[in-house]
């Protein structure tokens, strides 16, 4: 099971190399046990960093941000280390429910009301949002301005041009 802390280090995935490493680190001497993994090729493009994801998983606990749309990428994403994978919102009911059902831990983005009903309705309460989010969760991460509360995890340094995937 993740333990949740209240801050975590946002590091990327872009072309196949990792990003937001400090220079003078290397990915096994970074401090804390999570990581939140942005995976630019797989949000951007459905090109997803299996291999980094297992790399990273083997120093973190990895929450990783790929807009998975299909179960079986969900599953890959959990074989490959992630403890938690955030969706696609915009995926098909039918598969948002299989999704739920291999992993209750899914996160989903906190945009249309209508979508998080249906999200909470399958049994959904992780979320990724930018503010503070209404209704029942049981934990969100926070791209936004830090929140100070026991159910929301800071990100630290995520990327401005994701946000718009929120």
């Known amino acids: 099971m993740l333990r949740v802390a209240l801050k975590i280090r946002c590091i990327s995935v872009r072309n196949h190399v990792l990003e937001g490493i400090p220079p003078d680190q290397q990915l096994e001497t970074m401090e804390g046990d999570q990581i939140f993994l942005c995976d630019y090729d797989g949000i951007l493009h459905g090109n997803y960093n299996f291999k980094t ?3 990273v998983a083997k120093f973190f606990d990895l929450v990783i941000f790929n807009m998975v749309q ?3 990428d969900l599953v890959d994403s959990l074989v490959s280390g992630a403890a938690r994978v955030v969706v696609d919102p ?3 009911d039918s598969v948002l429910q299989k999704v739920l059902d291999i992993s209750p831990e899914t996160v ?3 945009g249309s009301q209508e979508r998080v009903e249906q999200f909470r309705a ?3 309460t992780a979320f990724l949002s930018t503010r503070q ?3 029942p969760f049981s934990i969100c991460y926070n791209a936004g301005v830090a929140i100070s509360s026991e159910k929301y ?10 946000l718009r995937f929120i």
């Open 90 to 92: 915009g995926m098909k």
């Open 53 to 55: 994801y297992t790399r």
């Open 153 to 162: 995890v800071d990100i630290e340094n995520f990327p401005e041009d994701l």
């Open 70 to 72: 299909k179960e079986y």
């Open 108 to 110: 989903f983005p906190y």
């Open 122 to 124: 399958y049994g959904g």
């Open 133 to 135: 989010i209404n209704g």
